[in-house]
């Protein structure tokens, strides 16, 4: 019974069900939309703070200083979401999760991530609990019919790219466990892959934390650039969403990206890289045979708890949060609770934004020591990039190949 309860005690269960508690106080207070903005704000800073703060405190956080840490991250990305509405801003097209990030980067890179700040910068954990939400707006029917494509997509380049990435890694040099998390990450969902890697192979955390680094940096402006190559290129949202959510390697950046796009490339774009996350735990249950076979230091018995322990909580909740809303509710209440429930989802990426921004330092990256490194994903990164391209194509749509210059 003890070993039961302990494993919800992750980043992965506690993000999940912290989603679910906001989506059924969603369900239950419905005139939560007829608040003013002000009562909502506050309302949005009490519920995701205080859930956040016990959620952390039971992962083993220190959140004496969490108070304080979550108020300045919030209050900067509701200054971001009003810089974004004000309509000078609007015509330019920049929305809030550009100055979310760009506020967030600044600080870090000039003046450092202050120390009261840290217990609340946590973007995974925030970005989690508003994928989990994101479910409420996306409807079942939608995720079978564009997840078994995308299913299809992970799976040629998961694989496909994981490899090239260890081949690569090994013709530069890189040795064994660096060129494993950097296939992980590059392939299938950046840091929490880099993260389930580095448990099943027990890989070194300065190792785990330069991974971590390299995804969130090369993520933030492959947020930018790919949605303006998609729109150059004069591809559907659906083929523009399979791109973006099977290359960029943050599940925050995917969502941030397709928002530039428009809702089908935004749901598109997560419904991908869910798909792409449901191979997380596959791939780390495989990473840990194939360590195990190679005789290193890692004492991981390969089964099927090991399996389940990988494998991405927060992938249930959306699908769980999409049933609920697509076949447990009518349409008119669907929609009208989907409303609210776009709020909170909204707040919880912003909030992860300005995280992403505070946790990425360029130092790190691009210190002489990991140059290597750093060639070798760059490298593996271009080919996903084309090699998705291609997939996406192939399966989403029909291109005329006409550039829109």
């Known amino acids: 019974m003890?070993?039961?309860?302990?494993?919800?005690?992750?980043?992965?269960?506690?993000?999940?069900?912290m989603g679910a508690t906001l989506l059924t106080l969603v369900i239950c207070f419905p005139q939560f939309k007829q608040l003013s903005k002000i009562s909502q704000e506050i309302i949005k800073l009490l519920l995701i703070g205080g859930l956040s703060a016990i959620g952390l405190k039971v992962l083993g956080n220190k959140i004496r200083m969490f108070a304080l840490g979550f108020i300045f991250i919030f209050a900067i990305?509701?200054?971001?979401?009003?810089?974004?509405?004000?309509?000078?801003?609007?015509?330019?097209?920049?929305?809030?999760?550009?100055?979310?990030?760009?506020?967030?980067?600044?600080?870090?890179?000039?003046?450092?991530?202050?120390?009261?700040?840290e217990p609340a910068?946590?973007?995974?954990?925030?970005?989690?609990?508003?994928?989990?939400?994101?479910?409420?707006?996306?409807?079942?029917?939608?995720i079978v019919k564009a997840g078994a494509y995308g299913m299809i997509q992970a799976l040629i380049v998961v694989i496909s790219v994981w490899y090239f990435t260890f081949w690569l890694a090994k013709k530069l040099g890189v040795d064994q466990e660096m060129g494993i998390m950097l296939s992980s990450a590059v392939s299938i969902c950046g840091v929490s892959a880099a993260i389930a890697t580095c448990g099943a192979i027990k890989g070194d955390n300065k190792k785990l934390s330069f991974v971590i680094s390299i995804v969130l940096v090369v993520a933030i402006?492959?947020?930018?650039?790919?949605?303006?190559?998609?729109?150059?290129?004069?591809?559907?949202?659906?083929?523009?969403?399979?791109?973006?959510?099977?290359?960029?390697?943050?599940?925050?950046?995917?969502?941030?990206?397709?928002?530039?796009?428009?809702?089908?490339?935004?749901?598109?774009?997560?419904?991908?890289?869910?798909?792409?996350?449901?191979?997380?735990g596959v791939a780390a249950f495989a990473i840990s045979i194939y360590w195990s076979i190679k005789g290193t230091k890692n004492d991981i018995r390969p089964s099927a708890s090991v399996l389940w322990e990988r494998f991405p909580k927060f992938v249930l909740g959306f699908i769980a949060a999409s049933i609920v809303f697509s076949f447990l509710l009518d349409i008119d209440t669907a929609k009208s609770l989907?409303?609210?429930?776009?709020?909170?989802?909204?707040?919880?990426f912003s909030i992860a934004f300005v995280s992403i921004g505070l946790e990425t330092d360029f130092k790190k990256?691009?210190?002489?020591?990991?140059?290597?490194?750093?060639?070798?994903?760059?490298?593996?990164?271009?080919?996903n990039v084309i090699i998705t391209l291609i997939v996406a194509l192939l399966l989403f749509g029909n291109y005329n190949f006409s550039f829109g210059f």
């Not at 003890?2 to 069900?17: G, V």
């Not at 941030?256 to 997560?270: D, M, N, P, R």
Request: proline share 2%; hydrophobic share 45%.
């Open 2 to 17: 003890k070993d039961f309860i302990k494993q919800f005690r992750s980043e992965d269960w506690l993000s999940t069900i």
């Open 77 to 117: 990305a509701y200054l971001s979401q009003y810089i974004s509405s004000i309509s000078g801003i609007k015509k330019i097209g920049l929305e809030s999760v550009f100055f979310s990030v760009a506020i967030g980067l600044i600080i870090r890179n000039s003046i450092g991530l202050p120390k009261w700040v």
């Open 121 to 142: 910068a946590k973007s995974e954990f925030y970005i989690k609990a508003g994928l989990v939400i994101l479910g409420s707006s996306i409807l079942f029917g939608e």
């Open 221 to 280: 402006p492959m947020m930018y650039i790919m949605p303006f190559l998609s729109q150059l290129m004069g591809l559907s949202q659906e083929v523009a969403g399979a791109w973006l959510g099977g290359t960029i390697d943050t599940t925050g950046a995917v969502v941030a990206s397709g928002k530039f796009l428009g809702e089908i490339a935004e749901s598109q774009s997560v419904i991908i890289k869910s798909a792409q996350n449901v191979l997380l």
């Open 338 to 348: 989907s409303g609210s429930a776009r709020g909170l989802r909204e707040t919880l």
């Open 365 to 383: 990256v691009f210190g002489k020591e990991n140059r290597l490194y750093t060639l070798t994903f760059l490298i593996a990164q271009m080919f």
